[in-house]
């Protein structure tokens, strides 16, 4: 069984439209979620961390987390070309942080 | 201030051969963790330093692989004798604090043929 699981992909959205991104993972007690944007050949780089439920916004991303149901989601808005990335869901459990698969992003222009 | 950096970036070894690698975390940076991903599957989980000291080595995959982080600073990975299976991009990432936000170097390339 998966721990953290995300739809590979690829999501197509076009330019300008909102792309929703889906995570659930295991309930184990983890409190916190993080969200990393990672780029063909490059390094994960942090998006969004979130440890409450509800609604954190910063910019063009919300996160949300709902523990009752086990999931967090990532919305971006505004979708640019420059959001193709693959984005990487992410809950830190006991000592480590346990990643999903990753979901492929492409914004068509 | 600088990020969490990896040498080298890449790497091609011979079966058989050792390689290590390095991590400079964070300076302040007291959590140092190891990650591996492989061609076409996610991220995983190597090992976790707090400081000097190894937290969490569960993610290791046999004992041909041996991490050190001497004096809390940088880390060494070292594969001795490498094998095909562990070609990956091994990912280093350094946190402030335990369950805090991790900030990732570039990642090793590394190629075994």
């Known amino acids: 069984q998966k721990e953290v699981e995300q739809n590979s992909g690829p999501l197509s959205v076009p330019e300008g439209a909102i792309a929703s991104l889906n995570c659930t993972y295991s309930?184990?007690?983890?409190?916190?979620f993080f969200w990393y944007r990672q780029y063909s050949g490059k390094s994960p780089e942090l998006i969004m961390s979130?440890?409450?439920?509800g609604d954190k916004e910063d910019g063009r991303f919300t996160a949300q987390l709902n523990k009752a149901s086990q999931y967090v989601s990532l919305l971006i808005r505004d979708s640019q070309p420059s959001d193709s990335a693959t984005y990487l869901c992410?809950?830190?459990?006991?000592?480590?942080?346990?990643f999903g698969p990753g979901t492929r992003l492409s914004v068509l222009p | 201030e600088a990020g969490v950096t990896q040498f080298p970036s890449h790497s091609v070894i011979e079966k058989g051969q050792t390689v290590t690698l390095r991590c400079d975390p964070i300076s302040g940076h007291d959590n140092l963790y190891w990650y591996r991903r492989v061609m076409g599957k996610e991220i995983k989980f190597l090992l976790h330093f707090v400081k000097e000291s190894k937290q969490d080595e569960s993610g290791m995959p046999n004992n041909r692989f041996l991490a050190e982080r001497t004096g809390g600073t940088y880390s060494t990975l070292k594969v001795q004798p490498a094998e095909l299976e562990d070609s990956g991009v091994y990912f280093c990432?350094?946190?402030?604090?335990?369950?805090?936000?991790?900030?990732f170097g570039q990642g090793t390339r590394l190629t075994v043929v």
């Open positions: 979130i440890y409450s439920n």
């Open positions: 309930d184990r007690g983890s409190q916190s």
């Open positions: 992410a809950e830190h459990y006991g000592q480590n942080f346990v």
């Open positions: 990432a350094s946190s402030q604090a335990q369950g805090g936000v991790a900030f």
